[in-house]
């Protein structure tokens, strides 16, 4: 037998091969199955073994969810705020971490946070509609950058808070709120507000968190706000006297915000013809331009106008009436802030008119109450109109209109008739 066989022989240990770390690595995962303590533990055992590992990225994002899974807040800060140290463009990774240093509330931890939401904050300021991708619109990539701006600037200024420093909070909330309004921002400014004993500064920007505040998703948040705002008022004016017209003015006020923040579709639009409006609830573009010569007849609604779900049958059965005249177009155009809660409306109402988004139309109409119908003649003005429902004289009404808009001008020849 040749010496080496003979040492084999006398060793059969040093003759089996070592396992790889990747191999161990899965091991690790493979012995703890479902269990996440267990995980967690292997994968902790593996990483003192082997510190310089190329899956410590990887290794230390299972090790921030198991933790999470087990609720070990703490311990997935730590991986969180390593696997930032290692990649600092991982802006997700970023914020979650600074969450959880959030939730630890340890002086040390908060500053951390804070340096952290300043990065990406400067990571957020630096992109460039050349990083969007083609799918995104450069309208929408704009809009996205000004909420990140904004959730972060929220973010921070909560941090400094925490941290008293009031200075550098308010400064952030007051940037937040200008850079996107924001019932956060606005609670926290009349916070501060009320702790400078600034009672008139407190009341305004509480009544703007109220406002701006979402009521289906914010129901207990609302509330607390207005308990704040009911609070500070009676300091200043000794009774809850007044409030309910207060509130309603800045939610007024809130309101035209809101609506002149957004992009003004069709803004350059001379006539009815000119718009491109947006088929509901999907979204695809449906133009007036075929509409330039013809009677267009809207029905202006919103979901919440109860009146609108009355009017609906009774313009759909004018509508019917008209529908084989190739020179009429009856539309349902929807004027919600909210375009979120349509589809499900008119899921459940199934309306049987045509239904588009306003974009725009209902301003240039200068349509301001629901519902609000109107007949638009060949030439592009304005018929018929018809503010608010009266369901025992719509109908023919309507279809008197719509008849009348049809008539050719009085002494001119219907089309085919021979000269005289």
């Known amino acids: 037998m040749p010496p080496s066989s003979k040492v084999a022989a006398s060793n059969p240990a040093s003759s089996a091969k070592q396992p790889s770390p990747e191999e161990e690595l899965q091991q690790a995962i493979s012995k703890a199955g479902n269990d996440r303590a267990a995980l967690v533990r292997n994968l902790e055992v593996f990483l003192k073994e082997y510190p310089d590992s190329r899956q410590r990225p990887q290794i230390y994002r299972a090790l921030v969810e198991a933790s999470l899974q087990l609720r070990d807040n703490a311990r997935a800060a730590g991986y969180g705020e390593r696997i930032v140290a290692l ?52 309208e929408e990539w704009a809009t996205e950058k000004k909420r990140d701006r904004m959730s972060v600037l929220t973010l921070r200024g909560r941090l400094e808070l925490k941290l008293k420093d009031t ?87 809130v309101s035209q915000t809101s609506i002149a923040a957004k992009p003004r579709k069709n803004a350059d639009a001379r006539e009815p013809a000119d ?7 999907e979204g695809t573009a449906f133009s007036l331009k075929d509409t330039k010569g013809k009677v267009l007849v809207v029905n202006f609604w919103a979901t919440w106008c109860g009146p609108c779900h009355a009017l609906e049958p009774l313009f759909a059965r004018v509508a019917a009436d008209f529908q084989a005249n190739p020179d009429t177009l009856f539309l349902a155009a929807n004027c919600d802030e909210d375009e979120s809660l349509v589809a499900p409306y008119l899921e459940a109402d199934k309306p049987r008119t045509p239904v588009v988004f306003a974009d725009g139309l209902d301003r240039f109409f200068t349509v301001n109450s629901f519902p609000t119908v109107m007949v638009v003649d060949r030439a592009g003005k304005i018929a018929y109109r018809s503010n608010g429902f009266e369901p025992d004289v719509f109908e023919p009404n309507l279809a008197a209109a719509v008849r009348r808009a049809l008539a050719p001008p009085s002494g001119s020849l219907p089309s085919g008739s021979p000269a005289p």
Do not use: C
Not at 90 to 97: A, E, F, K, N, Y
Not at 275 to 281: E, G, M, Y
């Open 87 to 138: 990649s600092p463009d991982d802006i997700s990774m970023t914020i979650l971490t600074i969450q959880l240093l959030e939730q630890d509330g340890d002086e040390a931890a908060l500053r951390r946070a804070a340096n952290y939401a300043t990065h990406v904050l400067e990571f957020v300021e630096r992109s460039s509609p050349g990083d969007k991708s083609p799918r995104v619109s450069q």
């Open 167 to 253: 200075v550098a909070a308010q400064k952030d909330f007051v940037a937040s709120y200008e850079i996107l309004p924001s019932a956060a921002a606005a609670e926290q400014l009349g916070e501060i507000a009320e702790m400078k004993k600034d009672l008139n500064g407190a009341i305004q920007q509480y009544a703007r968190a109220f406002a701006w505040a979402d009521a289906t998703n914010e129901t207990a948040g609302r509330r607390a706000i207005r308990q704040k705002l009911g609070n500070v008022w009676r300091l200043a004016h000794g009774s809850d006297d007044g409030l309910g017209e207060y509130l309603l003015r800045i939610y007024d006020e």
């Open 275 to 281: 718009f491109t409006l947006r088929k509901a609830p």
